[in-house]
């Protein structure tokens, strides 16, 4: 198969026709719900605090605007696990991918506020860094910088530390208590703040929420996915070093899902066992007989690249989701789908979903790889251009002599070749390696295409 | 959404949240003056009075402001100072307030 530029630049986009239970609408005002609750959460100690200071006697504004950025700080620690703990009512109308970002932005905000809020206090000391020793309160205060200062290096360099993806997801959970309970401990034995009774009430509140986020993510999670096991069905090797993994549930109803959305896979003796990856779905939303859910898996790790071949048929797994919001909506005119290696996953499931509803929405599909032999679903892919009103154009990076279709990377003259003219009124789902992704952001921006009609899912965030 | 809208709405939210510090600062802590209706001299001259009638038959002044200092912060010593006056002397609750102020006062001198 080549690139098809001449017949791919001429084809306008088709209004959509498909349901969809998801107008772009109702996300936006879900968002907008979501971020005003969260602005809320993150100043209400603030609000409180100046609602009842305590305090009589004239001090400092600089201490005061400590105190401020201290308070704002640890609301924003409190907060962070809401982020990640898999609520789908928040996920869906952001993107998982979106709120893992927002999640580690906010992480390194909330680490600079903490260590504004004691470099504004005139009488704070070297000592109040030291997490081991001196009084209880500033110690704990040390404890909760240093635990954060933690989460924010491993975070940022975590391949460059050489921590492996699984315990440093157990060092983040564990530095994360660690913060909470410090941060908690300090704003309590410190501030003259703290003494006012709504102060307390309130920190409570938010020390009460995270420990019920805790429990639900924990307990109550690993306890109903326990329940809802699901059982590997078939585990083929499609080439380009990726398996096509096959699950059915075992005894349930198994899930409903949209394309593009993605699930936890756990693999481990029981879910309890955080060994969980996410994975986008590969396989069409429209419910199957067995309610099977299929997974393009990468070797790219130690899991996608030794246990994941182990998977056999027969074997028990569990299947956490769905999440994320990387879902074409029916307000959608039409649909660009640029997908990187194993970026194609997701756009695998849209296109299934596509042809299984049959929507007949003029789709482009632009797939990058290094060459043919990296290439997945070749075959599905061709068979879906007939069925569908699909164009692909294929982009290698390093094709033999015989390619002439597309080389390089994907770029804007590349999209501009082969998209309509009406190009800005298209929806587009970006998906692949990070280096792709943020080359093709600005790439879209450049031609004229709002953010808004721009949706990506990225997992490497660590 | 894309990288850039998530960033861009960081940043605005942080810039928002330390406006907000800031505001908080001047809005807890107004011009001595005017605080609380209160001029912040009478204040003072309250705390130094009631430290003088049931304090200062013991402790002086500069040896309490010295306790404050020696603490790792003032927020700390305010709470430690607060707490040994609890049941000590025969100072009430609020005249002990008025008194730590004071010396917190001091201290920040």
């Known amino acids: ?462 | 959404m894309t990288q850039t809208a998530v960033t861009r709405a960081m940043l605005m939210l942080v810039a928002m949240l330390a406006a907000a510090a800031v505001a908080f600062g001047c809005l807890v802590n107004p011009p001595p003056a005017t605080r609380g209706g209160v001029a912040a001299d009478d204040a003072a001259a309250r705390g130094a009075t009631l430290f003088e009638s049931h304090c200062a038959g013991c402790h002086t002044e500069q040896d309490a402001v010295q306790y404050l200092r020696t603490a790792p912060n003032l927020d700390g010593g305010r709470r430690s100072l607060s707490a040994l006056l609890e049941g000590h002397g025969d100072s009430s609750a609020g005249e002990d307030t008025a008194i730590v102020d004071y010396l917190v006062a001091r201290a920040r001198d």
């Open chain 1, 1 to 462: 198969m080549t690139s098809r530029s001449s017949e791919l630049g001429t084809r306008p986009a088709v209004a959509a026709g498909s349901p969809s239970p998801r107008p772009a609408t109702t996300a936006r005002s879900a968002r907008r719900l979501w971020f005003s609750a969260y602005v809320s959460l993150v100043c209400l100690p603030l609000v409180v605090a100046a609602l009842s200071d305590p305090l009589a006697a004239p001090r400092p504004i600089l201490a005061d605007i400590g105190v401020a950025f201290g308070l704002l700080g640890l609301a924003l620690l409190l907060v962070q696990f809401a982020l990640v703990s898999r609520l789908r009512p928040v996920s869906r109308p952001f993107g998982s991918d979106a709120l893992m970002q927002w999640h580690r932005g906010m992480g390194i905000a909330a680490l600079v506020f903490v260590i504004v809020h004691p470099l504004l206090a005139p009488e704070v000391t070297w000592r109040a860094w030291n997490p081991f020793g001196g009084p209880a309160g500033p110690q704990a205060g040390a404890i909760a910088f240093w635990a954060t200062a933690a989460i924010v290096v491993s975070s940022m360099w975590r391949r460059r530390l050489r921590l492996g993806y699984e315990v440093w997801r157990a060092a983040h959970l564990l530095l994360a208590l660690l913060v909470a309970a410090a941060a908690f401990w300090h704003a309590l034995a410190m501030g003259p703040y703290s003494s006012a009774p709504a102060v307390r009430w309130t920190l409570a509140g938010y020390a009460g929420l995270f420990a019920a986020l805790l429990v639900r993510y924990r307990v109550v999670r690993p306890a109903l996915l326990l329940r809802r096991p699901w059982e590997v069905v078939a585990n083929e090797d499609i080439g380009g070093s990726t398996r096509l993994l096959r699950v059915r549930p075992s005894g349930h109803g198994g899930l409903r899902f949209e394309p593009g959305q993605f699930a936890w896979i756990l693999t481990g003796a029981s879910p309890v066992v955080a060994d969980e990856h996410p994975l986008s779905i590969a396989s069409s939303a429209e419910p199957n007989p067995e309610g099977g859910v299929e997974f393009a898996i990468k070797a790219l790790g130690d899991w996608s690249g030794r246990t994941v071949p182990s998977l056999a048929p027969g074997r028990r797994v569990w299947v956490d989701g769905p999440f994320g919001g990387f879902t074409p909506s029916a307000s959608d005119r039409g649909l660009v789908l640029v997908a990187g290696g194993i970026g194609i996953a997701p756009m695998r499931s849209i296109l299934l979903t596509l042809r299984d509803r049959g929507d007949r929405r003029g789709v482009w599909l632009f797939y990058a790889a290094s060459d043919w032999s990296r290439v997945v679903f070749r075959d599905e892919i061709e068979r879906l251009e007939r069925e569908l009103d699909l164009s692909v154009c294929f982009v290698f990076e390093k094709p033999d002599a015989a390619w002439n279709g597309e080389r390089g990377f994907i770029t804007r003259d590349i999209l501009a070749r082969h998209l309509p003219g009406d190009l800005v009124e298209l929806e587009y789902f970006v998906c692949g390696p990070v280096p792709m992704m943020d080359a093709i952001e600005p790439t879209l921006a450049s031609l004229g295409v709002p953010s808004a009609r721009v949706h990506t899912e990225r997992f490497q965030v660590v």
